[in-house]
Each structure stands twice: as C-alpha cells, then as structure tokens.
C-alpha cells in the first residue's frame, strides 16, 4: 500500500516539484493551496508525511502546524517545512522535522528529509529504483 504525503503550498510549481518528487517514490500525494484546505484534506485522508509552506494566505505554516501537533491523530506525522529563502532555514518551525529552502535544488533537499525522517525504504519499492 502507498504511503500518503500531504502537500501545502500556496505555489503551484512547488506544489508540482514536491508532488512529482513524492510520487516517483511511491508516495499517493494530497495537495492543498493553504492550511485551511490542508484541514479540509485531512477530514478524509491521514497522511504518513506533510510538507508545508510556512507562508500562505488564510492559515500559514505555523499555524496549520499548531493544529496538528494539538490533535491526537496527527502530532506524530513527520513534517517538513519549506521555506522561502535559505536564509529562513535556521528559523524554521523548530516543530517539523526537517525544513528545506526553494531557494536551493529543492529534489536534494527533499532526497535528504526522507533519509533523516526514514522514509527511504519506499524508494527501492517504486519501478526498479
């Protein structure tokens, strides 16, 4: 069975790079534009990774953050924070597990949370890899 990740960014072409680079290691991937679709998402679906932007209209990253660590069946869901400039990195939400930048080649950064979050076992298991 695939593993779920949840997408949350308010940018389509992040939403598309984290979402292809998810997919191509056997990820089912749910997307929303924002933390309030984010909460929509998760009334249906309990994913086994979050990414999410910190900075997004309606609810930002700190604050759907703030949710799921309140909430029994998701404050153990590994998170990895994307932010908008490197320089960001060492403020990322200490709360999330990993926190990557889109300044930098966003697919060795997310290559690289999956190793430390020990999501990499589902790479071998997609189309040879």
Do not use: W
């Not at 933390?35 to 929509?40: F, K, R, S």
């Amino acid at each position: 069975m695939a593993k779920v990740a949840l997408v949350v960014d308010d940018s389509m072409l992040v939403r598309y790079t984290v979402c292809r680079f998810l997919e191509e290691r056997g990820f089912s991937v749910e997307i929303a534009a924002n933390g309030i679709e984010a909460l929509e998402v998760l009334r249906r679906v309990l994913p086994d990774l979050i990414v999410t932007d910190m900075q997004m209209p309606l609810m930002s990253g700190s604050e759907l953050i703030t949710t799921l660590k309140n909430k029994p069946e998701t404050s153990s869901v590994p998170i990895i924070v994307i932010t908008g400039h490197a320089s960001c990195l060492a403020e990322g939400d200490k709360r999330a597990n990993f926190a990557i930048s889109k300044d930098i080649d966003v697919d060795v950064q997310l290559e690289n949370a999956l190793s430390v979050i020990g999501k990499t076992a589902v790479r071998g298991q997609v189309a040879g890899k």
